[in-house]
């Protein structure tokens, strides 16, 4: 079984919106066992949507088709379904309820345009979208399923989970598709497919395993397809397992979960607390630890001293060190753990300090110079990194390889 899924509009082409739709839907679909076999954007335009239209169906069972449902002359998506399947332009009552209901709890005034939203192509059968204005259409067509959303993303995912989903599931017997990822720092990706030699080539052919990098991390995917998902699971629960064990000394989790989650489950297991010292990443690091619900059950706070003089004021790095050493240096990293300690009053603290450019390298502390520091009252780490990319991207590997100093220490 397969699927494509189509994006309308032209914010998308032009880069003035990023598609997080597709992502999310093929997440969904490959989760029931259909394989999205591609992924297409075109522009508003009637000839580029009925090309997608053809294209798609002619190999693909399912087609998702999101944007181009709103009221305005740009919104063509609907006039172009009606084109392409036919029938006569219907009012669907329910949604016009709906849609009155709406304009009058807010006290607004109803344009044609808005009451022209709850027209379909009575070729359609109709998803109720309880999320916005435009309903969801599901076409049939030559043995294919169409079904056409709005881009809105919390509007699509509604009718996604309300409608789509179930009826997919309904209509069409899939098989069983699992996926276990595995997250892994330190050893290069190179390295890691060579240590995995022999357990890859010994794969049955309907497990497969993937090399995903990801910012200081190399996450791999084990993918299994199966008749049922008891059976499918089971067997995939053991060779992720032989894996894991293969590459003991540079796991970081066995889920596919953000670096943030991941430190923070292992601080709620410990009963312990976290604050954050930054410099370079500018609070980054707090960023991504409170980005996880129920962080406050751990993390007590951030101190952001990005110049010296803060350095000095907050967190007590002597100005001989700064002097002597600069504030990218082991020296400084390590008074900064220990202040933020005695300021934060938290078990363990995690500081940074670094250039992440693209200015204010030297031939002796180039751009991409950091040092991370993560420590305790009684033990501690510093470790020296030298990244090789963009400033953005600096950050936020910065922040990744400190959280994991932390990781290790506990």
Known sequence: MTASIITIGDELLIGQTIDTNSAWMAQQLNGMGIWVQRRVAVGDTREAILD????????????????????????????????????????HEPTLQRLMQLFESRGLPILQRNIDQALVPDSCTVLLNNWGLAPGMWFEKDGKVFVSMPGVPHEMKGIMQDH????????????????????????GESFVAEKLLQFEAKLPPHIKLAYLPSYGLLKLRLTALGEDKVSTAAELS??????????????????????GEVLGRLLKEKGKTVGTAESCTGGYIAHNITAVAGSSAYYTGSVVTYSNEMKMKMLGVSAATLEAHGAVSEETVRE???????????DYVIAVSGI???????????????????????????????????????????????????????
Do not use: C
């Open 356 to 410: 992440m450019g693209p200015d204010g390298g030297s031939p002796e502390k180039p751009v991409g110079t950091v040092w991370v520091g993560a420590g305790s009252a009684e033990k501690m780490t510093v470790v020296k990194f030298r990244l090789m990319y963009d400033r953005e991207r600096n950050i936020q590997m910065t922040a990744i390889y400190a959280m994991n100093e932390l990781r290790k220490l506990l």
């Open 52 to 91: 997608a239209l053809d294209a798609e169906s002619a190999t693909a069972d399912i087609i998702l088709i999101t944007g181009g449902l709103g009221p305005t002359a740009d919104d063509i998506t609907k006039p172009t379904l009606w084109e392409y399947f036919g029938g006569e332009m219907v009012q």
């Open 336 to 346: 900064m753990v220990t202040g933020a300690l005695k300021l934060l009053g938290t």
């Open 164 to 187: 789509v989903i179930p009826r997919l599931q309904e209509q069409f017997q899939t098989k069983a598709v699992m996926h276990q990822t595995l997250l892994t720092s330190g050893m």
């Open 238 to 259: 053991l060779l992720f397992h032989e894996m894991k064990d293969l590459l003991a000394e540079i796991v970081v989790y066995d889920e596919d979960i953000p670096m």
